[in-house]
T-cell receptor
């Protein structure tokens, strides 16, 4: 099983600041199969990024993904008020599918 | 338009059973492995089960082993999850997911989910 470890657990930032979220895998993940989701309370997860760096439909370009092998990163260049949420990384290339524990981006 | 639609969720007492369905439209799932994933309230998503494209291999999370059974009917473009002896901790949204690849990009398609509530 590929374990995904996200850091930090919580990120306290102000609107307009840059957020850098990390996802480290216990073994190599194909870049074709690494995604990022955003989730707000009471809502379903929303796909932001697929295949490491592909933006899903309707996702603003302030969200970008990068990485390879065991280290992946989600960057939000300028936080908007609606970006404060929990973010999960997810590998979907090998079974069992696994998810990171999440990074909560909160308003400082 | 590629779509996955889950159904079959509901409220059930502990020890009860439910059968979830995941119907695909806009593409054939006959060559895709299909997964079930769930998310309990306030928790992160967790994988439940995999069924290989031809049904020849089925994997389960430890909590599902012996209680859940995954199956598929490729002629109906549908995957199922039979859940027996349900426990309160099985409460959550269940959704099916599969990756569709084009070149080096693989998109994780997912349905909207169906809510399972186990409560006395």
């Amino acid at each position: 099983e590929i374990v995904l470890t996200q850091s930090p657990g919580t990120l306290s930032l102000s609107p307009g600041e840059r957020a850098t979220l990390s996802c480290r895998a216990s073994q190599s993940v194909s870049s074709s199969y690494l995604a990022w989701y955003q989730q707000k309370p009471g809502q379903a997860p929303r796909l932001l990024i697929y295949s490491t760096s592909g933006r899903a439909t309707g996702i603003p370009d302030r969200f970008s993904g990068s990485g390879s092998g065991t280290d992946f990163t989600l960057i939000i260049t300028r936080l908007e008020p609606e970006d404060f949420a929990v973010y999960y990384c997810h590998q979907y290339g090998s079974s069992p599918l696994t998810f990171g524990g999440g990074t909560k981006v909160e308003i400082k | 338009q590629l779509q996955l639609v889950e159904s079959g969720g509901g409220v059930v007492q502990p020890g009860g059973s439910l059968r979830l369905s995941c119907a695909a439209s806009g593409f054939s799932i006959s060559k895709n492995g299909m997964h079930w994933v769930r998310q309990a309230p306030g928790k992160g998503p967790e994988w439940v089960s995999l069924i290989r494209y031809d049904g020849s291999r089925k994997d389960y999370a430890e909590f599902a082993e012996g209680r859940f059974t995954v199956s598929r009917d490729n002629s109906k473009n549908t995957v199922y999850l039979e859940m027996n002896n349900l426990k309160i901790e099985d409460t959550g949204v269940y959704y099916c997911t599969t990756a569709v690849c084009g070149g080096t990009n693989c998109f994780p398609h997912r349905g909207q989910g169906t809510l399972v509530t186990v409560s006395s």
